[in-house]
């Protein structure tokens, strides 16, 4: 059973970078065809998608926080992580990080969420 656990600070401060680190257990992030992502959802929005990291390393990002953000893995920990610069208020929200199988739509596991608010 794969099981994906969200780490990190949860309150940042304006303009302050965001730290969020998911730990995997049950699956190694190397293997083939599963890709792991970040999502996130504002309060009282729809959930969001920040940005993913590949089997092998590739990442892509949401072209709207394409700028601030950045994803790594440590596959020697099997986890990934994700870094978002520059917080404002409208980065709170709590953050998933959730594994998708490149053949299929959606996601097939999720990390409980961790709530992040950016104030001062």
């Known amino acids: 059973q794969v099981q994906l656990q969200e780490s990190g600070p949860g309150l940042v401060k304006p303009s302050q970078t965001l730290s969020l680190t998911c730990t995997v257990s049950?699956?190694?992030?190397?293997?083939?065809?599963?890709?792991w992502n970040w999502i996130r959802q504002p309060p009282g929005k729809g959930l969001e998608w920040i940005g993913v990291?590949?089997?092998?390393?590739?990442?892509s990002y949401s072209p709207s926080l394409k700028s601030r953000t950045f994803i790594s893995r440590d596959t020697s920990k099997n986890q990934f992580s994700l870094q978002l610069s520059s917080v404002t208020p409208e980065d709170t929200a709590v953050y998933y990080c959730?594994?998708?199988?490149?053949?299929?739509?959606?996601?097939?596991?999720w990390g409980q969420g961790t709530q992040v608010t950016v104030s001062s």
């Open positions: 959730a594994r998708q199988t490149i053949t299929t739509i959606g996601y097939n596991y």
């Open positions: 990291i590949g089997y092998d390393g590739s990442t």
């Open positions: 049950g699956g190694s992030i190397t293997t083939s065809y599963y890709t």
